[in-house]
T-cell receptor, first 115, second 115 residues
Framework: DSGVTQTPKHLITATGQRVTLRCSPR?????VYWYQQSLDQGLQFLIQ???????AKGNILERFSAQQFPDLHSELNLSSLELGDSALYFC??????????????FGSGTRLTVV | AQKITQTQPGMFVQEKEAVTLDCTYD???????LFWYKQPSSGEMIFLIY??????QNATEGRYSLNFQKARKSANLVISASQLGDSAMYFC????????????FGTGTKLQVIP
């Protein structure tokens, strides 16, 4: 157990629907990162939050949004889902984004299948 | 902008042999960190090893070592005495300097250990 908790582990939904992925960072970590891993691509950075504030944005579609709550858990909302959104979505956390010899601690991921 | 290049989509190695996974990077940041992660078929991302750009010595963690050649901008992962459990995808990654820097991942190398 890495200490980063992602729920649900698996999600199957239809095109056009909306889903919410949840992430609880490791205790003490203030920064949360979301990544998307599709079958034919590596890990694509989506967005980063630090202590409730958005800090960096990557290749995140307008249909996607995220937030980090006061208790530091984060949610990634995916709307108007398309078949191409099927992927493994990772959350990762770190204590201080400027430090860390260990990069991130990853959760086990949420596998989203859009049918 | 940061870029990580892994040119080996797949590799085979005999059990108990050593194997080198290649990684080259490009960045204009004066300081940066380099990481390797392992992703077994179960999907989780496991941190293996870290190298800071100003570290004088190559990083080692058990059977993993990072062959860091700064002038060549390479950060190859060496796995000694390969085990069947080493069969997995391996990702090279980099974090730039400054605060709130996201980690950029390469496309990965699939390693298969043959008995």
């Amino acid at each position: 157990d890495s200490g980063v908790t992602q729920t649900p582990k698996h999600l199957i939904t239809a095109t056009g629907q909306r889903v919410t992925l949840r992430c609880s960072p490791r205790s003490g970590d203030l920064s949360v990162y979301w990544y998307q891993q599709s079958l034919d691509q590596g890990l694509q950075f989506l967005i980063q939050y630090y202590n409730g504030e958005e800090r960096a944005k990557g290749n995140i579609l307008e249909r996607f949004s995220a937030q980090q709550f006061p208790d530091l858990h984060s949610e990634l909302n995916l709307s108007s889902l398309e078949l191409g959104d099927s992927a493994l979505y990772f959350c990762a956390s770190s204590e201080d984004p400027t430090e860390g010899d260990y990069g991130y601690t990853f959760g086990s991921g949420t596998r989203l299948t859009v049918v | 902008a940061q870029k990580i290049t892994q040119t080996q989509p797949g590799m085979f190695v005999q059990e108990k042999e050593a194997v080198t996974l290649d990684c080259t990077y490009d960045t204009s940041d004066p300081s940066y960190g380099l990481f390797w992660y392992k992703q077994p078929s179960s999907g989780e991302m496991i941190f293996l090893i870290y190298q800071g750009s100003y570290d004088q010595q190559n990083a080692t963690e058990g059977r993993y070592s990072l062959n860091f050649q700064k002038a060549r901008k390479s950060a190859n992962l060496v796995i000694s005495a390969s085990q069947l459990g080493d069969s997995a995808m391996y990702f090279c990654a980099m974090r730039g300097s400054g605060g709130y820097q996201k980690v950029t991942f390469g496309t990965g190398t699939k390693l298969q250990v043959i008995p």
